[in-house]
């Protein structure tokens, strides 16, 4: 099977495929907690703005056939403070919720916040593929490992990037969740280039 697959940095107008993504990724549930019942309206707002932690300036979007198939949101762990801080003053103005929550990254990586394929698309590698992108920005740009935090509860999505070149670094508790703290770091050989019909992403 043939992917014509495309890899593009997001813009505004992707902006509703970004918060259908960020709420794919971190669950229902916590999107709820996130943003309320209307959470797609309060995640595209944030998705809109320029200095957010969904900013589409931080996101990467997979086409195929033209077609939105997924995307990625990633961004430099040192900015995290000023980016979640816009982010929870757009989620207090729709909810009026003042969420706490533990730190997910720091200054010292370039940090993966959210990944989702769409159903119809997966098993074609465009999972490994918005991976590579990012990591080439982390690598190349930043000079940083990549990290992120996937739920003990999750050990399938965790075997998918291991499969990449993640590695169990730490764990972490956020959002009352128990969470590996994954890193793929930059002497890791490269195992992101699979073939359409064989990658498992």
């Not at 939105?68 to 403070?81: P, S």
């Amino acid at each position: 099977m043939n992917c014509e697959l495309n890899i593009r940095k997001a813009t505004k107008s992707d902006a509703t495929l970004i918060a259908k993504v960020v709420a794919m990724a971190i669950g229902e549930e916590s999107a709820i907690l996130y943003g309320g019942e209307n959470y797609m309206n309060v995640f595209e707002e944030i998705a809109l703005l320029e200095d957010s932690q969904y900013s589409y300036r931080n996101a990467f979007v997979a086409e195929v056939d033209g077609k939105a198939a997924g995307a990625v949101v990633a961004y430099d762990g040192a900015e995290l403070y000023p980016l979640r801080k816009t982010t929870l003053e757009i989620i207090y103005k729709h909810t009026a919720k003042e969420l706490q929550m533990a730190d997910e990254t720091d200054s010292s990586e370039f940090y993966l916040d959210s990944l989702a394929v769409f159903p119809e698309y997966r098993g074609r590698g465009i999972g490994a593929k918005l991976i590579l992108a990012v990591k080439e920005k982390a690598f190349n740009e930043y000079n940083k490992n990549l990290g992120l935090l996937v739920d003990f509860e999750n050990p399938d999505a965790e075997r998918l990037y291991q499969s990449v070149g993640f590695e169990r670094a730490d764990v972490k508790d956020f959002l009352g969740h128990k969470m590996w703290h994954l890193v793929l770091r930059q002497q890791s050989t490269d195992n992101s280039h699979h073939p359409c019909k064989d990658a498992k992403f």
